[in-house]
Nanobody, 126 residues
Framework: QVQLVESGGGSVQAGGSLRLSCGAY????????MGWFRQAPGKQREGVAV???????AYADSVKGRFTISQDNAKNTVYLQMNSLKLEETAMYYC????????????????????WGQGTQVTVSS
């Protein structure tokens, strides 16, 4: 079993920055992909960014150029640096993880991911 614990959420003004962290614990040896997703009230969960163990990344078009996903493999931790935050990006942000042979490559679809954290709230205000 894999446990994911997010931190770093909070309140920020529009245009500001936040850095989220996600630590992976337990049977992490088979984790190859880690990603960030978000869900705003009344909306479906959506993919934000994905990174694999080799450091390849993928982003949703809406965050390209503003968000950066990174990882520290030694600490089993993935980060999401979010800059120029927008009001509409207020949401619960979730960390997710998946094994190497998941049948897909760099998926941003929440249905493809196996392990999930409890989420951390990000609130962007004017």
């Amino acid at each position: 079993q894999v446990q994911l614990v997010e931190s770093g959420g909070g309140s920020v003004q529009a245009g500001g920055s936040l850095r989220l962290s996600c630590g992976a614990y337990g049977y992490t040896y088979n984790i190859y992909y880690m990603g960030w997703f978000r869900q705003a009230p009344g909306k479906q969960r959506e993919g934000v960014a994905v990174i694999d163990s080799d450091g390849s990344t993928a982003y949703a078009d809406s965050v390209k150029g503003r968000f950066t996903i990174s990882q520290d493999n030694a600490k089993n931790t993935v980060y999401l640096q979010m800059n120029s935050l927008k009001l509409e990006e207020t949401a619960m942000y979730y960390c997710a993880a998946a094994p190497r042979y998941s049948g897909w490559l760099m998926s941003l679809s929440p249905a493809d991911w196996r392990y999930w954290g409890q989420g951390t709230q990000v609130t962007v205000s004017s």
